[in-house]
């Protein structure tokens, strides 16, 4: 008994140290029911457009993603709630995530917490506005959004290489070298 009592605790401890996450799944689409959809892969390109971005482009809606306070919240910054809200879209097989309500930490809650739509684009070249790096995907030309009116390039790269050589130096010997041992280094 007094297992199933402290089991039973500690699950309850557990969840309620989490964000809550309500998903409400669109249920009808304009031909009829939704097909069920495959989730989106975690290397998947996915967009996050928040409340103050302007989005009007054609877009599929997948469902409703309300992220609230669950009482006893430890971790519930934005950066964590908007990643918690994109595991669920991508559970629904969205592509993007719409933040159209944020509400800040208050006297009532200390956690952020927002409303969002779960949307599938068919390009999302158009509103990205940084590239998270991948494997499978490469560069490519509209990737590069700055104006190209007065440059003879499409592109720039620089790299450079920094090194310190570790041994004995250009012109010195090894008895010039402070705490270096007496002996000779064979000669090659």
Same mark, same amino acid.
């Given at each position: 008994?007094? =297992? ?25 689409? #304009?031909?009829?029911?939704? #097909? ?66 944020? =509400?800040?930490?208050? #006297? ?63 012109? =010195? ?10 002996? =000779?280094?064979?000669?090659?």
């Amino acid at each position: 008994m007094k =297992r199933l009592l402290l089991y039973s605790l500690l699950g309850l401890a557990a969840t309620a140290c989490a964000p809550r996450a309500i998903i409400q799944p669109a249920t009808l689409g #304009m031909a009829g029911p939704v #097909m069920p959809v495959t989730p989106t892969a975690p290397t998947a390109e996915f967009l996050v457009i928040t409340e103050d971005q302007v989005f009007e482009g054609p877009a599929e809606e997948l469902g409703d993603i309300v992220i609230r306070d669950s009482g006893f919240t430890l971790s519930c910054d934005y950066e964590t709630v908007v990643a918690l809200a994109s595991d669920k879209a991508r559970a629904l097989g969205a592509n993007a995530l719409r933040i159209y309500e944020h =509400r800040l930490p208050s #006297m009532m809650s200390t956690c952020h917490q927002i409303r969002a739509r779960a949307l599938r684009l068919t390009d999302l070249t158009a509103y990205a506005r940084e590239i998270m790096w991948q494997p499978n995907r490469r560069l490519r030309v509209a990737d590069f959004k700055g104006s190209v009116a007065n440059r003879p390039f499409q592109a720039s790269t620089s790299s450079n290489i920094r090194y310190r050589y570790a041994g004995l130096g250009l012109g =010195r010997e090894d008895n010039q070298l402070i705490g270096a041992s007496r002996e =000779r280094l064979p000669s090659t």
